[in-house]
């Protein structure tokens, strides 16, 4: 990429940005730096300073920014026709639901679709949302019409900020300013099967969880856990609802974590990735639950919208076609062993699947880490005390793995000796 096409406004035109968001924007938020282009992995701020970004708008961007096959289909569908409400429906919307149906359907261990799955079409459902958190609320909605009310979630838990995902997130800090949130939630020891057993009975509607909590500091749950749920669901009738907002549609090396592990939730709940940073996210019931809703019982007015779906068709196309899937697995391992290889002693251990990994270190400088490597020209952040989540576009390289690896060292070093 030409540095000449970037717009540069100076020093002062920054800052006088950063001014100007605080004082027209609620101070939810405190950026740094004002970001002015994007162009596969690489960023540019309004200084002109270039970086490598590793976090893509938080798990988002799978395909790298301003992907050519996103643009054209969004531009291309923008002139077509652009948005219609769900009075009616549009033949982009269609298509992503069909597609979400098929990889739901053929989700297969190693980042492969096989069509010769044993659950119907008709079994797997879709509505789509704007979010994760309103596909969140779409699901908690779902569990609703079961008859039951008790949700039990999980400590550590991240679902979003409207109230239903509220309600089932464990953080104290964004949950107490806004109780009373939707009741009879119920948190769990992460992992523990012994704990979850004892509260999975007959008043249970569902059981929600993350494959890997992402916003905890990429924390996997352990092997056999999900099927355990899924066993103590199916014993009393309640539903097993997985959160892949994260984790699902390539980042985590397979196209669904849950589905690929061999086990079949009631509710998948996907978004992030899906639009590679076009605001697209969906529910997908399956099973009976996928004629649950009866119409009128839930709606949106942009959920849908067929430049969205155009966005979502064209990601899941070159996902698919340049097989990114099964390569997130190789590109994950890689950086995995290519990190252990440098036998850093701070770096205790690395955790995740795929492009989506928390890199543990032995003391709490993650904060200072994050914000090192971002003047070093590269963008990662910093979940936890002690642990950095990386999250590359789909499309990096091994090249790029081993200039993250040679900057992280160095400058994990500079933080060490401060
Ligand atoms: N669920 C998980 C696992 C997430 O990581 C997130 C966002 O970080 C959400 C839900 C909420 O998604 P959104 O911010 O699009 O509402």
Redesign the pocket.
């Known amino acids: 990429v030409e540095m000449e096409t970037v717009e540069r406004v100076g020093d002062t035109e920054a800052a006088g940005l950063l001014g100007r968001y605080r004082a027209a924007w609620m101070p939810t938020n405190n950026p740094q730096r004002v970001l002015v282009r994007g162009a596969g992995s690489q960023l540019w701020d309004a200084e002109g300073k270039q970086y490598t970004d590793f976090l893509c708008g ?2 988002v961007n799978v395909l790298g920014h301003c992907h050519p096959a996103v643009q054209h289909a969004v531009s291309e569908q923008l002139g077509t026709l652009d948005h219609i409400s769900n009075v009616f429906a549009s033949p982009t919307q269609v298509a992503l639901a069909e597609r979400l149906v098929r990889i739901v359907r053929g989700a297969k261990a190693g980042g492969h679709l096989d069509d010769t799955s044993v659950v119907a079409p008709e079994q797997v459902r879709v509505f789509f949302t704007n ?6 609320e779409a699901a908690f909605k779902l569990t609703r019409l079961t008859g039951r009310t008790k949700i039990v979630a999980m400590e550590g ?6 109230l239903g ?1 509220l309600a089932i997130t464990s953080t104290e800090k964004y949950r107490k300013p806004f109780e009373p949130l939707p009741p009879e939630v119920v948190f769990v020891p992460y992992g523990d099967a012994a704990a979850l057993q004892a509260e999975v009975d007959d008043s249970c509607a569902a059981v929600v969880l ?1 494959p890997i ?3 905890n500091g990429v924390v996997p749950a352990p092997t056999g856990y999900l099927a355990t749920a899924r066993e103590l669901t199916q014993k009393v009738g309640a539903l097993l609802w997985v ?5 699902g549609l390539g980042r985590c090396g397979e196209w669904l974590v849950s589905v690929a592990d061999g086990v079949l939730p009631d509710i998948i ?1 996907v ?2 990735g899906l639009g590679n940073g076009f ?1 697209v ?1 969906a529910c997908l019931a399956i099973g009976e639950l996928a004629n649950t809703f009866t119409p009128g019982a839930h709606g949106t007015t942009f959920g849908g919208n067929p430049v969205a779906a155009a966005a979502g068709l064209a990601v899941l196309d070159v996902l698919e076609t340049a097989d990114l899937v099964a390569s997130a697995n190789q590109l994950g391992a890689y950086l995995t062993s290519a990190l252990l290889a440098t036998h850093n002693p701070h770096i205790i251990e690395i955790r995740g699947r795929g492009l989506l990994r928390g890199i543990v270190l032995d003391q709490p400088v993650a904060a200072d880490l994050q914000l090192a490597l971002l003047n070093a020209g590269w963008i990662v952040n910093a979940p936890r005390d002690a642990v950095i989540r990386i999250a590359p576009p789909l499309i990096t390289t091994c090249a790029e793995i081993d200039a993250f690896v040679t900057i992280f060292i160095e400058t994990l070093n500079q933080v060490m000796s401060r």
């Open positions: 938080l798990a979010s994760g958190a309103e596909a969140n838990s991240f679902h979003g900020r409207t995902a993350e909590q992402g916003e959160d892949e907002i994260q984790t709940t978004a992030k605001p996210g």
